[in-house]
């Protein structure tokens, strides 16, 4: 272990802690400890964190108290039944970004942090996490990367989508990544002349896990075979993607380049990462956190194999509970018993479409997913400017945004999205903007916020 990874792992990690308040050191050995139980336990213990929760926002969390009054729950029940829990009403992004301030909890007393999402439907949120939500959740990533060999601060590489404000913020970004043994690459900076200084500094730093977006990864990874740099000594133990679909190919060249796995992390940016890939290629829900149901169009659970749309409960966030919250994703649960012998339970969840690509003339593809940050700059930029946004890739070099305006600066917050995707895709693509009253669901109940009516090689 080198003197950068013990410092990381046993001085700046846990002071961070301790001044955070966090616990994550101490929740990460609670999870380590549950994920070899038997499945009834850990269902137990989960059904029991459901009742925690929903009696605890029911009781002091105007929003759910309003809502479960309305349905007559009796929430002096404290024992309730699946059966009783499916007739509580979900949720839905609009009822959060509408009614923000009437899902925080007025009585919790304790350290709270503020994000947003990056509007994946095309709509972003404010967000608030409390202690017991961030030590669980940042435990519960700790353990999947230890699944595969992946120790707290040992050298890790990061590839994802920081904007950074100016220079103070990428120095202060610079120093704290030193001293938690990390390396941080902004995925915004992927393009050809800079790939080449990522690579070199990634061979000097020998990261035991690179994690990141799969579009930024595999753009590195087709730079490195085509350029015939391929260093078979790097060590890495795992490629962790997350938060966008990655396709078979696009999995099957990184693990080629980079000489190792690669394993998916789900979650929404409501809450983080709550489902992890183990080593035998399963992904099994971090029941400890989440409560996940998967209901078909008529809102009944799905059974093992099929498919349904994904609503979720955290377990642990006491000061903005999301209850039966509508992800926007399909997926489903699957049946038994993954030969790495955790009990976490499994699920599967629906992979990218070529649909999701965006194809350019110069022949360069980008994941859709590069939308979501370009909203959420302008949404940081503008707020409540545009309150949902769905992008159509009319032709090779066309695109519609389509806009529902709020009441903010929405010509600015325009503006500003062209220059942010011309940076992004290129000045000569044409941009063409469409205000509408709403952004319509697909069949499926998901709300997509980039369609491409472009075929791959057949451009229109
Ligand atoms: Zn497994």
Not at 367 to 391: C, T
């Amino acid at each position: 272990m080198s003197l950068r990874e013990s410092f990381s792992r046993h001085i700046y990690w846990p002071l961070g802690q301790k001044l955070k308040g966090e616990y994550a050191a101490r929740a990460f050995k609670e999870l380590s400890e549950s994920q070899w139980k038997s499945q009834d336990e850990i269902l137990s213990k989960q059904w029991q964190m459901v009742r925690r929760i929903v009696n605890k926002a029911a009781q002091e969390v105007p929003y759910y108290r309003q809502a479960y009054r309305c349905i007559g729950w009796d929430f002096n029940d404290k024992e309730f039944s699946y059966e009783d829990f499916v007739n509580i009403p979900k949720i839905e992004k609009e009822d959060v970004r509408d009614h923000l301030l009437e899902f925080l909890n007025p009585n919790y007393r304790g350290r709270i942090t503020e994000g947003s999402t990056s509007g994946s439907t095309g709509q972003s949120l404010t967000v608030f996490y409390n202690t017991e939500h961030e030590s669980y959740s940042e435990a519960a990533r700790w353990r999947a990367k230890d699944w595969w060999g992946v120790k707290l601060g040992s050298p890790h590489v990061a590839l994802w989508g920081r904007h950074y404000t100016g220079y103070k913020d990428r120095l202060s970004q610079q120093i704290k990544s030193y001293f938690m043994n990390f390396l941080l690459f902004s995925a915004f900076d992927i393009r050809q002349h800079s790939l080449k200084k990522i690579w070199k500094k990634i061979c000097h730093f020998k990261p035991h896990i690179i994690y990141g977006y799969p579009s930024a990864i595999f753009a590195l990874a087709e730079y490195i075979k085509n350029n015939n740099l391929t260093s078979p000594k790097l060590g890495i133990k795992v490629i962790m993607i997350t938060a966008e679909s990655s396709s078979t190919d696009q999995r099957r060249l990184i693990e080629e380049v980079f000489g190792c796995k690669t394993a998916n992390e789900y979650g929404c940016s409501e809450t983080g990462g709550f489902v992890y890939e183990c080593p035998e290629g399963n992904w099994h829900i971090s029941s400890e956190l989440t409560f996940i149901e998967f209901l078909d169009q008529k809102g009944k659970p799905v059974s093992p194999g099929e498919r349904g749309e994904i609503f979720l409960t955290h377990l642990r966030n006491l000061y903005m509970p999301l209850i039966r919250y509508r992800v926007g994703d399909i997926g489903g649960p699957l049946a038994g018993k993954c030969d790495c012998g955790r009990n976490l339970p499994l699920m599967e969840v629906s992979v990218a479409k070529e649909s999701d690509i965006i194809h350019l003339a110069n022949g360069e593809s980008y994941m859709s997913g590069d939308l979501l940050y370009i909203n959420k700059s302008v949404m940081k930029a503008y707020p409540s400017s545009i309150l949902r946004f769905r992008v159509t890739q009319k032709s090779i070099d066309s695109f519609e945004i389509e806009v529902v305006p709020g009441a903010g600066q929405v010509e600015k917050a325009e503006h500003l999205f062209e220059q942010l995707m011309k940076k992004q895709l290129g000045k000569k693509i044409q941009i063409h903007f469409k205000r509408v009253t709403s952004v319509e669901r697909e069949l499926s109940g998901k709300l997509r916020y980039f369609i491409s009516e472009v075929k791959k090689n057949h451009p229109s």
